[in-house]
Each structure stands twice: as C-alpha cells, then as structure tokens.
C-alpha cells in the first residue's frame, strides 16, 4: 500500500484507537488526495485538524441499521470526492464503506486492528468474506483471507 499515485483515498474510522492508529498507518499508504471520514469528536477534530473530512454520523458496535444508512452517503462521498481506493480500521463504519467501495469498482482494504493479535474482530471475519476486499493483519501468523502488513508497533 505504498508508493506514489493518482487519485483519491478516502480513509475511514470510527473514533477511538480506530482513527489514530489510521492516522499513524497513513504515512505508509499511497501518496495522493485524501479524505479522511469519521465522527465529529474533539479527538478526531484534534487528530485531523487541517485535513479534508467528512463528518459522519458514529455507528455503534453490531449497529446494522446505522450500516444500512451509511451506504448513500458513502457513494455521495465517494462521487464527490474522486475516490478511487478507500482504506479503513474499523470499527463498524468499515462494513458500510468497503462494501460500497468494491461494489462500484473502487479499492477496498481493511486494516485489522493492532490490538487483535489472535483473532479477527466480528468486522474483519466479516469483510474477509467480501469480495473485492482485501484484508491486512499486524502479526505473524497471518490468518486465512488476510495479508501481511507490517504493524503500528514495527
């Protein structure tokens, strides 16, 4: 996921570990325009203060419906931005935009979190299974459907 490219990379995650540890992974991904997609929480102002963002609604843990809804506003903000690849961390927000990412041609990745060292959250078994999607985990051994990525901690 390094390298120079065109295009724009929407980078998506829910507030928390999710989006800080995205923002010290971004160094790694392709250079380019990038949109940064999360919530609206004095973390996330902190953290991406001069930055493009769209401010989203949060969706909770297991929250299907808030899922559902965020798919139209994940293709207007792939429209209106360019975006050509979306990268995410998760939480929950990931099974709304990489979904809607491979289905219209873009690239999907979605990064385990650097706290799973064992098992796979419900969201990365989730999107491993999702064609289009190209799942990345921090540790060696590497489980089934995911790929080697060097971690927040190498």
Do not use: F, S
């Given at each position: 996921m390094t390298g120079t490219t065109t295009g724009t990379t929407a980078l998506v995650a829910t507030v928390g570990g999710h989006i800080?540890?995205?923002?010290?992974?971004?160094?790694?991904?392709?250079?380019?325009?990038?949109?940064?997609?999360?919530?609206d929480t004095a973390?996330?102002?902190?953290?991406l203060a001069g930055r493009t963002v769209e401010w989203v609604p949060f969706i909770g843990e297991r929250d299907v419906g808030g899922v559902v809804r965020a798919i139209p506003q994940a293709l207007s903000i792939f429209r209106r931005h360019g975006v050509d690849r979306v990268i995410s961390s998760g939480a929950a927000i990931a099974l709304a935009y990489l979904p809607a990412a491979a289905a219209t041609g873009r690239t999907a990745h979605y990064i385990e979190s650097s706290t799973r060292v064992e098992t796979c959250s419900v969201t990365g078994r989730l999107l491993a299974r999702t064609?289009?999607?190209r799942c990345w985990w921090q540790y060696e051994p590497v489980p089934e459907r995911f790929s080697y990525l060097p971690g927040v901690y190498e």
């Open positions: 800080a540890e995205l923002v010290d992974l971004a160094d790694r991904m392709p250079d380019g325009d990038r949109v940064w997609v999360t919530t973390q996330t102002r902190d953290l064609p289009g999607v």
